[in-house]
């Protein structure tokens, strides 16, 4: 197998990734400001429910931990799960979220 071949496979593949690259979704999320606040209730419906119609819109969404700051690495990555986003960056008491708008058939 030549090298060159490999080049043209990796080129292929990264061609068909519609999913923007890490780097670039952290230097977008810089520019946020929070869309969604974490308060004494932690994680509940009604938060989860904000999460995602935000990430509905915006895709890319800044969340603040306004209470239970002790806990925000735990909660952090269970909002993820539960919100079936991917978690871009947590940095200090707030955590950014990514989740590519659903296709609709038209």
Do not use: C, W
């Not at 009604?46 to 931990?65: W, Y």
């Not at 735990?74 to 990514?98: D, F, H, P």
Request: proline share 4%.
């Amino acid at each position: 197998m030549s090298l060159a071949g490999r080049t043209d496979v990796m080129t292929e593949s990264s061609k068909q990734s519609p999913e923007p690259k890490l780097g670039e979704l952290k230097s977008r999320a810089q520019l946020l400001q929070p869309l969604v606040r974490v308060g004494h209730d932690g994680i509940s419906p009604q938060m989860l429910k904000a999460l995602s119609d935000a990430l509905d819109q915006h895709e890319l969404v800044k969340v603040k931990f306004m209470a239970l700051k002790d806990q925000k690495k735990i909660l952090a990555r269970a909002i993820e799960v539960q919100s079936e986003s991917k978690m871009v960056q947590r940095v200090g008491n707030t955590a950014v979220y990514y989740r590519a708008k659903k296709k609709t058939d038209e």
